[in-house]
């Protein structure tokens, strides 16, 4: 069965997330937005071995720790889609506008929409291609276990910001509509920021994209 735990490592308070199984006893963290010590603590504490680092799009907030934490543990970065390229080779760029560290470029396994990835030994994460919080922005869906990791595209009772560049409301509305909400209504939603949610209550209470 999958656990999961939140981190906050920014002063954006993301929900970074350590995902892991209980049988093998591996893990991956998701949105890993700063390299705090907290996840090489949490991983000792429980045992675990962390197999990768899984991006949902490429803003500063989600993705800034995720090179020196693929570097301290030699574990690959997968994610997000290649239209988010352009934001993460710009990654120091917002560190500068944000008037934080250095943020070093990495190159991750870019994913594309539909793609199932072997991120635990024999759990499998189906790439969704959720554009509009950002061009790349994908979400990941582990079926048997009913969550799904949105990152910014998706929150309780609201939906994420189009106003950045490369951003777009209509895009990000189909979004949630073909991918996010024709799944089970107790799909478990972990957003990027706050409170998780599920399909279901997103599909009735959400103002900002109403199902059909
Ligand atoms: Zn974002």
Known sequence: MLQYQVILTTA???????????????????????????FAALLKEKGLTLKSILLTH??????GGAAALADEFQVPVIGP??????????????AAAFGLPRCPSFAPQYVSDGDMLELLPGVKFKALATPGHTPGGRCYLQ??????????????????????????????????S?????????????????PDTSIGEEKRYNPYVQAD
């Not at 049988?23 to 010590?37: L, N």
């Not at 073909?178 to 706050?194: A, N, R, S």
């Open 12 to 38: 954006f308070m993301q929900n970074s997330r350590l995902i892991w199984d209980d049988v093998s006893r591996c893990a991956v963290i998701c949105d890993p937005g700063a390299a705090v010590p907290a």
């Open 143 to 176: 079926e048997e276990s009913k969550i799904v990791v949105v990152g910014d595209t998706l929150f309780a009772g609201s939906v994420g910001r189009t106003d950045f560049p490369g951003g777009s409301f209509e895009a990000l509305e189909r979004s949630i």
């Open 81 to 94: 889609g290649i239209e988010d390229a352009p934001l993460l080779a710009a990654l120091d760029q917002q």
């Open 178 to 194: 073909t991918k996010l909400y024709p799944l089970p209504d107790d799909t478990v939603v972990l957003c990027g920021h706050g």
């Open 58 to 63: 490429g803003h500063l907030d989600h993705v």
